[in-house]
C-alpha cells in the first residue's frame, strides 16, 4: 500500500496551498496519519500528524499556527492545509501511516511519491 501525495506547486511567500493525501481501500483506516517534508539536500522531517480516532493533531513548531492537518476517513483522505508559506518551507512532502502518534519518520510506512512545495520570496 502506498500513499499518494498531491496538490504541490509554485507559491509566492504569504500564500497558501492544499496537499491531498489519497489511500487505496481502506488502507487510512484505523491508521495515525502523517506529513512529512524533505527540503533539498536534507533528511526528511516530521511535519504533522493526526490520529484516527480522536483527531488529535501533532505539529512541528516550524509550522505550528500555519499549516493545519485533517481528515476524513469517510473518504480514506488526508489534507495538508498550508497558509503563510515561506521560502524555507520549499521541500517534497510525503503522508505516510502509523499505527501510533509520533513525530518519527521509522514509525511511518506506506511512503509514496511526495508532491513539491516550492516557495519563492
Known amino acids: 500500500v502506498q500513499l499518494q501525495a498531491s496538490g504541490g506547486g509554485l507559491v509566492q511567500a504569504g500564500g497558501s496551498l492544499r496537499l491531498s493525501c489519497a489511500a487505496s481501500?481502506?488502507?487510512?483506516?484505523?491508521?495515525?496519519m502523517g506529513w512529512f517534508r524533505q527540503p533539498p539536500g536534507k533528511e526528511r522531517e516530521f511535519v504533522a500528524a493526526?490520529?484516527?480516532?480522536?483527531?488529535?493533531?501533532s505539529y512541528a513548531d516550524s509550522v505550528k499556527g500555519r499549516f493545519a492537518i485533517s481528515r476524513d476517513n469517510a473518504r480514506n483522505t488526508g489534507y495538508l492545509q498550508m497558509n503563510s508559506l515561506k521560502p524555507e518551507d520549499t521541500a517534497v512532502y510525503y503522508c505516510?501511516?502509523?499505527?501510533?502518534?509520533?513525530?518519527?519518520?521509522?514509525?511511518?510506512?506506506?511512503w509514496g511519491q511526495g508532491t513539491l512545495v516550492t516557495v519563492s520570496s
Open positions: 505516510a501511516r502509523s499505527r501510533t502518534m509520533s513525530t518519527r519518520t521509522a514509525d511511518f510506512g506506506s
Open positions: 481501500g481502506r488502507s487510512l483506516s484505523g491508521y495515525d
Open positions: 493526526i490520529s484516527w480516532s480522536r483527531g488529535t493533531t
